[in-house]
Nanobody
Framework: QVQLVESGGGLVQAGGSLRLSCAASIRSFSSATMGWFRQAPGKEREFVAHISWSGGVTRYADSLKGRFTISRDNAKNMVYLQMDSLTPEDTALYYC????????WGQGTQVTVSS
């Protein structure tokens, strides 16, 4: 059973925006801290952001400098990542999972930022 499905990636110019979505088929979704992660070519997967079960607490990687916003809709089992002021360094495959990760990784959604 597919548990995590990411979507919303694409090709965007530097300075542009994208909104990623994650559909999570997780029984305990409404009580789980959910996160976004990314993996750039030749690099290890890294943490991007997470959001508490209620949405009241969020945390971001220091390198993002306030450009990304994570949110969730527990009624729809969805997690979102609004990405603004994108740079080529944001180019990566983006994944969602619980945080810490506890589910099989999905296929991710590719974000490519051109200069």
């Amino acid at each position: 059973q597919v548990q995590l499905v990411e979507s919303g990636g694409g090709l965007v110019q530097a300075g542009g925006s994208l909104r990623l979505s994650c559909a999570a088929s997780i029984r305990s979704f409404s009580s789980a801290t959910m996160g976004w992660f990314r993996q750039a070519p030749g690099k290890e997967r890294e943490f991007v952001a997470h959001i508490s079960w209620s949405g009241g607490v969020t945390r971001y990687a220091d390198s993002l400098k306030g450009r990304f916003t994570i949110s969730r809709d527990n009624a729809k089992n969805m997690v979102y990542l609004q990405m603004d002021s994108l740079t080529p360094e944001d180019t990566a495959l983006y994944y969602c999972n619980t945080n810490p990760p506890s589910r099989p990784w999905g296929q991710g959604t590719q974000v490519t930022v051109s200069s």
